[in-house]
């Protein structure tokens, strides 16, 4: 595929992931809140334990990227389910090291940290170029998952060593994250901060920005948090993600007859 002799439309058509707008941040958001809520029931409250949660999860994630690889466009359900999905992996990740090999939060966010700019080396040495618009082939898309899972494992680490490790609690932790993503957005629409960089800086600090107020939400009162509990905050935003892919895969079918009529 000769990608520079894409049209515009054709781009729109053939990439395989949603543009970036203000429903791709509310749902990337709750389904990060919703990957911590749900590693946390499936492995405490169940009683599945980290190892059996973390080989079920990996499972139905190859099965949910599959699919989505399968699509060879952007499809809202297929997407959002690898999303989900890989939320809670690579939470479980980070949950595996630090609680069942005994690495050091520090030492995890360094790694994953460093993991993740070596895949982005990788992916712009082969395609000279980070941009999500432009995510037309299947290598393109692999390099694109692999670094959606650093980002969650990454924002999983970093999350905890400030709200645990430094013991700045969920509150406070969720509020400096959430001011670093405003200081990044002022400077990606006022001060001419570059377009891609802007949206994976973003994109890696809403995990520790949703991991924080999802344990905020579900986390026991004596340890900091509202009491809510893993299963009413996980089936929470779970209904609001389904809603609002609903509504995301009716604005996908509009566009596209609209950009049909336009052709």
Known sequence: MDIAMLS?????TLNRVPEVTLDFWLIKIMAVTMGETAADYLAVNLGLGLTTTSLIMTGMLIVALVLQFAQKRYVPWAYWLAVVLISIVGTL???NLVDNFGVRLETTTIVFAVVLALTFVAWHASEKTLSIHTIVTTRR???YWLAILFTFSLGTAAGDLVAERIDLGYLTTGLIFGGVIAAIAF???????NGILAFWLAYILTRPLGASFGDLLSQPVEYGGMGFGTTFTSLTFLGA??????YMTLKTIIDEDDHALLD
């Open 8 to 12: 515009q439309a054709d781009h729109f």
């Open 187 to 193: 400077g990606y629409f006022f001060l001419g901060l």
């Open 141 to 143: 898309e692999v390099f």
């Open 93 to 95: 990740v980070t949950d």
């Open 241 to 246: 993600i389904v809603v609002i892919v609903l």
